[in-house]
């Protein structure tokens, strides 16, 4: 049979999903373990969440540094040798740290889980922060810095979350070299203790498991003594606004990096659904207005994007693009143009369902595998979200009417409430 190239092919738009429920456990300490099984292959990730991030940060910098340096060295185990026991196993490990919280990521065959919860559970309880280790990791982060900020779209990055939330907030706190530098062992050391030790935390498992692999995890995990004192966390507030632009001149660059935006919500807040449609119609997807006028027609930039990042106490709403230094001024005219667009005229119909369209594809092609399952499931695990959060999405998404659009860009999008900085020059 012939295609026909000159027609679309045919498709069925997305109305609802269907996700495999979460078994959710208390180990015999009361660490909380979620299970999301699905049985596609024998791999698994064990996942063990704390609240560890820079939010709980007496010292800056050293929540990063301490996850990162819990696989540098044990009592029992050399840096060189928990990298050869892990790659014995085919696993993979991984530390991380953000804002709000912490994890110790493990990927295994299932089969090897036996094997693998013992070093999980010395990296917890017996991390010895051996100096050398900790000088080679703040070198190589010292020089990724330097090179970062030498780059006008990272530091524009730092200064528009800076100009938001201020830079000794959590959420506003950037990794400056010279916190990297002034940065002690004891510093590294007193925040494992104070914050990680001992700690409350929730582990997320994903993947083909079943009873067998909880009872081995609650044998191992479970039985670790757990403290229950209230950790004190951030305790600062949030800097007045200032909305006057931002512009941190660099002579010798022939780019500007643009970032435009505000403080926004969480995803509990009412109108979570609805601005993040407006956000997709504006700038969210490769066939955004922003793209179609800063990229397509202007031949500005070769991408233009916004997005709502969200944490777990706040989020923001953010514009970001580079430019040729002498667009950088037209740039910003046609974005609050779009803006404007939003606020005065109704969206099509049709494009609002490609939108919704595209945005239920995305969410459903983010489900693929367990672990793309359960990091959405973190969502409702971690942050606190009601139960339905994920299988009443789409619905939510295809509920936003032009008329919400016009209102949302009208209350959250007004040109003096949104934050302007710029890195290079105008």
Known sequence: MTLDRTQSPAFQAIHEIHLPLVQSHRLDNGIPLH???????PVLRLECMFDAGTWYEQVPSSAFFAMKMLSEGTTSRSS?????????????????SGPDRASIVVHCLTKFLPDVLPLLRDILNEPTFPQKELDDLRNITLQNLRV?????????GVLFREKLFGADHPYGRSQRPEAVEQLTREGVVGFYERVIRNRQFQIILAGQATENEILLINRSLGQLPIRTDNLPGFAGNLPVDNELPLLAEKPDSVQSSIRLGRRLFTRSHPDFFRMLVTNEVLGGYFGSRLMKNIREEKGFTYGISSNMPSFRRDGYFLIGTDVNKENTQETLDEIRKEIHVLQTELVSEDELETVKNYMAGEFVGSLNTPFEIADRYKVILLDGMSADFLTT???????????????????YLADGSLNEVVVGGK
């Open 35 to 41: 299970l999301i099984a699905v049985d596609q292959q």
């Open 393 to 411: 999405y789409i619905q939510k998404l295809r509920a936003v009417t032009p008329t919400d659009i016009i209102v949302m860009a009208t209350r």
């Open 148 to 156: 970062n900020y030498e780059k006008n779209a990272y530091l524009a």
């Open 80 to 96: 060189a040798q928990i990298s050869e026991y892990v790659d014995r196993y085919g696993a993979f490990l991984e530390l991380n």
